[in-house]
């Protein structure tokens, strides 16, 4: 793959009535693990299982990686990784050596930055082209880090970490809500008590704050069309791709779900698998998470 360079009470309250929660109100406590949509391939027969018995997902497939990857990771957003790691060494106060977990690390745009600071990094993806662009980007500059290529729904490890992250929306795409906290369980078993999790996306609230129909751009030789959709109650978000090839006029296109998480029920969900806090913001330098917020950082620690 071709490298791709980053509320007061009533003085009369004895004489009101109390109010109870209707038998209806969703609890705060729980969530109900299902699909995100139903799944129409399956009911209709099956779909392809990865190695690991689970249905494949779009994700885990190296022909959409080779054709989106440039448009996703275009230079504005290599150029912004070193702020961005830098932002994440000094949250997590990490010395050089210390260990960091890069889960999702895509073509290596934060793990090599990391890594340039002195970090001990180790870079998992599911994408093997991904990590062949991370270790080319790692030789170019330089710098040693551990790539492996595994499926964060079952990656272990015995190695203990003193951080991890999950940066640029890189969770929400998985079938079910079981899987998303299984990634989320089995990053935190990688960490060391007292390590911390740094995790940064578009939640709910951003998506709702921010949502458009869709636009059109050009970027790496292709123009681009976007189309996006509501699912359910907000509880995700259907994008449509369409690329067509500037010279060729070839077109291709590609069309997935993000099941969208607000910023409290992925803290409740973190603290509830293990981290002992878990502190919302609405950048790396800990702006308010705000109706001003662009983007959602959960600084969590073990």
């Given at each position: 793959?071709?490298?791709?360079?980053?509320?007061?009470?009533?003085?009369?309250a004895k004489?009101?009535?109390?109010?109870?929660?209707?038998?209806?109100?969703?609890?705060?406590e729980a969530f109900t693990f299902q699909p995100l949509v139903p799944d129409a391939a399956s009911q209709a027969g099956g779909t392809a299982a990865n190695p690991l018995g689970q249905k494949k997902e779009w994700f885990e497939n190296e022909d959409f990686w080779k054709n989106y990857g440039p448009i996703m990771f275009d230079s504005a957003h290599w150029a912004e990784a070193p702020g961005v790691a830098a932002a994440i060494q000094k949250i997590a106060g990490l010395k050089k050596g210390a260990r960091i977990l890069d889960a999702g690390c895509g073509p290596g745009r934060i793990s090599v930055e990391l890594a340039l600071l002195g970090l001990?990094?180790?870079?998992?993806?599911?994408?093997?082209?991904?990590?062949?662009?991370?270790?080319?980007?790692a030789t170019d500059e330089g710098v040693d880090i551990s790539l492996v290529n595994a499926d964060l729904r079952t990656y272990t490890t015995d190695k203990k970490f003193d951080a991890a992250i999950n940066v640029y929306t890189s969770f929400g795409y998985c079938d079910t809500m079981e899987e998303d906290v299984q990634i989320l369980k089995h990053i935190c078993d990688a960490i060391k008590d007292g390590g911390w999790f740094i995790m940064e996306m578009t939640s709910r609230e951003i998506a709702v704050q921010y949502f458009t129909p869709g636009e059109w751009f050009e970027r790496a030789g292709k123009t681009v069309l976007t189309e996006f959709t509501v699912e359910g109650a907000w509880e995700g978000l259907r994008s449509r791709w369409i690329l067509i090839d500037n010279k060729t006029g070839g077109r291709i296109e590609h069309e997935f779900v993000q099941r969208l998480y607000s910023a409290i029920e992925l803290k409740r969900l973190?603290?509830?698998i293990g981290f002992k806090t878990a502190e919302v913001y609405g950048d790396f330098e800990f702006a308010p998470y705000n109706e001003n917020a662009k983007t959602m950082v959960i600084v969590a620690r073990k």
């Open positions: 793959m071709a490298k791709t360079k980053k509320t007061a009470k009533s003085k009369s004489n009101e009535k109390s109010v109870t929660k209707p038998a209806n109100m969703p609890s705060d001990d990094v180790t870079g998992v993806d599911i994408i093997q082209a991904e990590l062949d662009a991370a270790a080319e980007t973190l603290l509830g």
